[in-house]
T-cell receptor
């Protein structure tokens, strides 16, 4: 089992819909969780992080963490074509200076 | 504005050549990382460093070495490049244990 798993997609949603991106992880000791967005040909950029169980909202983005089930998700409300990118889930299993383990990423396509 | 700069965006090298990839950050970050990114495999950690002259192996260190002589600079070295090292290489830095990585623009290496 991979340490961090994501559906590779592509995930296609119409403009204005909610996009739901999911990630599971294997290490129960994982402490912090990150979502990065990567546009084609560009480097990843952080969009959300979450440390505690529950929801964390930032504008149109909501991160959800369930440590008992070992999954973290990212919801994008009112999806826009500019949200089309690959979304990377990353997990800090040792809480040491950002040694992150990344999933393989989910490609999201938002259709106008 | 935070910045991680990678010296070369595109490189083409021949099998057996020695390759240097340089990374400089201007954020006074303690932690620096080298990842490679390949389609379907996501980001994989090669080496990281928590301090000057310190280095630790990541998940795929074979065929690579690193150097960190100054806090702001982290170099990745391919002693004898091979075709299976053709990839996108991403340098990143972070501060403390927060885990937020700041990435450089990437260096796309092709080994012929």
């Amino acid at each position: 089992q991979k340490e961090v798993e994501q559906n590779s997609g592509p995930l296609s949603v119409p403009e204005g819909a909610i996009a739901s991106l999911n990630c599971t992880y294997s290490d129960r000791g994982s402490q912090s969780f990150f979502w990065y967005r990567q546009y084609s040909g560009k480097s990843p950029e952080l969009i959300m992080f979450i440390y505690s169980n529950g929801d964390k909202e930032d504008g149109r983005f909501t991160a959800q963490l369930n440590k008992a089930s070992q999954y973290v998700s990212l919801l994008i409300r009112d999806s826009q074509p500019s949200d089309s990118a690959t979304y990377l889930c990353a997990v800090n299993t040792h809480n040491q200076g950002g040694k992150l383990i990344f999933g393989q990423g989910t490609e999201l396509s938002v259709k106008p | 504005d935070v910045k991680v700069t990678q010296s070369s965006r595109y490189l083409v090298k021949r099998t057996g050549e020695k390759v240097f990839l340089e990374c400089v950050q201007d954020m006074d970050h303690e932690n620096m990382f080298w990842y490679r990114q390949d389609p379907g495999l996501g980001l994989r950690l090669i080496y990281f460093s928590y301090d000057v002259k310190m280095k630790e192996k990541g998940d795929i260190p074979e065929g690579y070495s690193v150097s960190r002589e100054k806090k702001e600079r982290f170099s990745l070295i391919l002693e004898s490049a091979s075709t299976n090292q053709t990839s996108m290489y991403l340098c990143a830095s972070s501060s403390g244990g927060a885990g937020e990585l700041f990435f450089g623009e990437g260096s796309r290496l092709t080994v012929l």
